[in-house]
């Protein structure tokens, strides 16, 4: 049993400290915003993560899991403390550090005995020296710690088993025993480790979701030539998916990656790379496609409605993903924005985001589910691939409609069931039912 200091309760650290909780230890964690940490004390869930408020009531109960806004209190007999603070878009693309900044100075001045400083949050390469100057240059007296990374590779909406069960941990620090020590706390989660330098984990981190970002804008740059010649996406993407050097993962062709991290690190690796004098083309072509992605799909809308001025179109599904309601970077904030400035009338329905999407789109109007949000719809855009919109009553759906257009995003329904029930559907890159709708018309 470790005793362990987490700083920052959103979706990542909330979720590694009661992991780390559950793993037996005992977990202080800490955030500056107090109306999180009183509503966690009440048992109140800031996030919105499958499993997570049972697991952190069980281990609260069980007295491993303490809340805190003080960093004394958190640091008193942690010996690690783990960053997990947001480390979002700078105006020019960088990662803006000022959390992280702010961390590591409260660290120097609260810490009162030797610590390993783990960091999670995704960082530029070489912060993790930064962070270990920052610490000297501010803590009171000398008081010895050493500075690991160990980059969170955890799925929204799948957080918690994502955690427990990784496909690898890496760790990477110039102080070999404190990244042993970081080893041995992540041992039960029984996966390999891969110990490296600081900047080689830090880098490690940024490749991944780079690379996950690529196979997405692949398949949607294939799904867009799939169109122009009349072939099916999901066919060719179950296709190439067999070859185990391709993979099946992250080749839905639809709308793109959103979300709080592929944009901003795929943007900040790109910064990084331009700030060294080096011409990072090929990300610059993954969010090019990504962008063009979601502009495509109200253009589809368009060609099947006509002017938007004046139609109703509803967003079935609102998150950037199933599973969260997190609304960063989510598609359909761009999409309702798209609609709202050619004209159109929106209407929205989302399982679990609509209390963080009715502040981010006031001109939205929200519906109480799939068939209110289709009543009197022009078009309805799918852009969650939430379960329960798999099993939608089709028939009511479609009677429920204006005019029964729907414009899939994320190729969740198939196109001939769809004309089966009198729908005018696209999804994204079945070419193949546009050749045979043409070759039976
Ligand atoms: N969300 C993900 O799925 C995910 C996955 C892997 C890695 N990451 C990375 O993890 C980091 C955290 O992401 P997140 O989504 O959990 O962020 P988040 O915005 O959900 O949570 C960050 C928390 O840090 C707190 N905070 C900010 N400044 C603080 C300070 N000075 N002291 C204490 N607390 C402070 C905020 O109040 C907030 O509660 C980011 O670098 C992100 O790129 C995120």
């Known amino acids: 049993m470790k005793d362990i200091a987490v700083v920052g309760v959103g979706y990542v650290g909330l979720v590694t400290g009661a992991c780390f909780a559950d793993l037996g230890n005992r977990v202080v964690a800490l955030d500056i915003d107090a109306a999180r940490i009183a509503g966690l004390t009440r048992g109140e869930m800031p996030i919105y993560e499958p499993?997570?408020?049972?697991?952190?009531?069980?281990?609260?109960?069980?007295?491993?899991?303490?809340?805190?806004?003080?960093?004394?209190?958190?640091?008193?007999?942690?010996?690690?403390?783990?960053?997990?603070?947001?480390?979002?878009?700078?105006?020019?693309?960088?990662?803006?550090?000022?959390?992280?900044?702010?961390?590591?100075?409260?660290?120097?001045?609260a810490m009162t005995r030797p610590l390993v400083i783990v960091n999670k949050s995704t960082v530029p390469v070489g912060t993790g020296d930064w962070v270990a100057d920052i610490l000297r240059s501010t803590q009171p007296k000398p008081i010895p710690f050493a500075v690991v990374s160990c980059p969170e590779f955890l799925r929204e909406g799948s957080a918690i088993t994502d955690f427990m069960s990784p496909a690898r941990t890496v760790l990477g620090s110039l102080d070999a025993d404190a990244a042993e020590k970081v080893a041995q706390l992540h041992l039960p989660l029984r996966a390999p480790i891969v110990i490296t330098d600081l900047r080689t984990a830090e880098m490690i981190k940024y490749a991944s979701n780079a690379f996950l970002a690529t196979k997405i804008s692949f398949i949607n740059e294939i799904a867009n030539i799939c169109e122009a010649l009349g072939a099916d996406i999901k066919e060719v993407a179950s296709g190439m998916g067999y070859d185990p050097r391709i993979g099946r993962a992250f080749l839905e062709a639809g709308l793109g990656y959103g979300g709080s991290c592929f944009p901003k690190d795929v943007l900040a690796l790109a910064y990084m790379a331009a700030e060294k004098g080096r011409h990072p083309q090929l990300?610059?072509?993954?969010?090019?496609?990504?962008?063009?992605?979601?502009?495509?799909?109200?253009?589809?809308?368009?060609?099947?409605?006509?002017?938007?001025?004046?139609?109703?179109?509803?967003?079935?599904?609102?998150?950037?993903?199933?599973?969260?309601?997190?609304?960063?970077?989510?598609?359909?904030?761009?999409?309702?924005?798209?609609?709202?400035?050619?004209?159109?009338?929106?209407?929205?329905?989302?399982?679990?985001?609509?209390?963080?999407?009715?502040?981010?789109?006031p001109e939205v109007h929200m519906a109480r589910d799939a068939y209110d949000l289709a009543g009197g719809c022009d078009a309805v855009i799918i852009c969650t691939e939430w379960n329960e919109f798999k099993n939608l009553d089709l028939q009511r759906l479609h009677d429920a409609m204006r005019q029964p257009i729907v414009v899939d995003g994320r190729n969740i329904y198939d196109p001939a069931e769809m004309a089966s029930y009198g729908f005018h559907y696209r999804g994204v890159g079945r070419g193949y039912d546009l050749t045979r709708e043409k070759a039976l018309a």
């Open 51 to 109: 499993g997570l408020e049972e697991l952190v009531e069980r281990n609260v109960r069980a007295g491993r899991l303490h809340f805190t806004t003080s960093y004394e209190e958190a640091l008193r007999s942690a010996e690690f403390v783990f960053i997990a603070v947001g480390t979002p878009s700078g105006v020019d693309g960088e990662a803006d550090l000022q959390h992280v900044r702010a961390v590591a100075e409260s660290i120097a001045r």
């Open 283 to 361: 990300l610059q072509a993954v969010m090019d496609i990504n962008a063009d992605s979601r502009r495509r799909i109200v253009e589809r809308a368009q060609e099947l409605l006509g002017a938007l001025g004046g139609k109703t179109v509803g967003l079935l599904g609102l998150t950037f993903k199933p599973n969260t309601d997190d609304m960063r970077e989510a598609p359909a904030l761009e999409i309702a924005s798209r609609l709202l400035a050619e004209g159109a009338v929106v209407r929205a329905y989302d399982p679990v985001g609509m209390p963080r999407a009715t502040t981010l789109l």
